[in-house]
């Protein structure tokens, strides 16, 4: 995904570029590279040439891979009303905001389909060649990567605790404590169960996590500061293991899809 994102950063430094004085280097499957993409992508990137053409054939191989994918508009409004939500705010203000920053509505329109489209081209194309792993798979992985699979041995918390979910909700919108019990706490992580420890350690410090639902009670916890640093046994770090051992397979997925293409490419190299 992050070579995904990278490229899309490819394609808005190039464009930055289109007005200097330059030429065609390239030709791939018909579209050009010119001589000033590759040295503002050496530049700001801090590769060497052949790296930065190789960024920049592959940016044209993905728009060549895209070029028939088809995104409906009823999908962009769809995608554009979730993000307004997320934000919250309307459509309406969304482009009251965005004319204030200088992107029109049909700009910003653009570039939400052209996320999509990269977005449906990975999935149809990259994960869909992922198989899942086996037990002994993330084992070994595990065994490999043992120093990225690491925590805090203890966590400082205020834990807020309320019988009233209403209290704790409305707790955490104005931090008025109406309701609300607090103490300090002090968390060793080998004793939290991983699902709290998973969101405990997304929590950034000074920072409050979701309330849940404890039973008895509704329980949040104000992270204040975490130290030391201990390896995580493979059961609790699972979930963990799965994500790296994905986001690696990722990578080689996209490496190897635009290997193939590029075999197949039509690349004319019209100076070096």
Do not use: C
Not at 108 to 132: D, G, N, P
């Amino acid at each position: 995904m992050k070579k995904l994102i990278l490229l899309g950063f490819i394609t808005l430094l190039t464009l930055s570029h289109a007005k200097m004085i330059d030429a065609i280097a390239l030709i791939v499957e018909g579209e050009a590279v010119t001589t000033a993409e590759i040295r503002a992508v050496q530049k700001q990137l801090q590769v060497s040439k052949k790296e930065a053409t190789d960024l920049l054939i592959q940016d044209r191989l993905q728009k060549a891979a895209m070029k028939n994918i088809v995104i409906s508009e009823d999908t962009i409004d769809s995608k554009i009303t979730q993000i307004a939500a997320q934000n919250n705010v309307t459509v309406p203000k969304m482009q009251k905001i965005l004319k204030q920053r200088g992107t029109t509505w049909s700009k910003y329109r653009s570039s939400i389909k052209e996320s999509l489209k990269k977005e449906k081209f990975y999935k149809e194309k990259v994960l869909a060649t992922i198989t899942a792993p086996s037990e002994d798979e993330l084992k070994i992985f595990y065994r490999n990567h043992k120093e990225e699979f690491t925590v805090p041995s203890t966590i400082n918390m205020i834990e807020y605790s309320s019988t009233s979910e209403a209290a704790m909700k409305k707790f955490l919108e104005t931090k008025k404590k109406k309701g609300v019990k607090s103490r300090s706490v002090k968390k060793s992580t080998k004793n939290l169960n991983p699902a709290l420890l998973g969101t405990i350690l997304q929590t950034q410090d000074g920072s409050y996590t979701r309330p849940f639902n404890a039973g008895d009670k509704y329980i949040s916890y104000k992270v204040l500061s975490k130290h030391g640093k201990v390896n995580m046994p493979f059961e609790a770090s699972k979930g963990a293991v799965a994500a790296k051992w994905k986001q690696q397979q990722q990578g080689k997925a996209l490496k190897d899809y635009f290997e193939k293409m590029k075999t197949n490419a039509n690349i004319q190299v019209i100076r070096k």
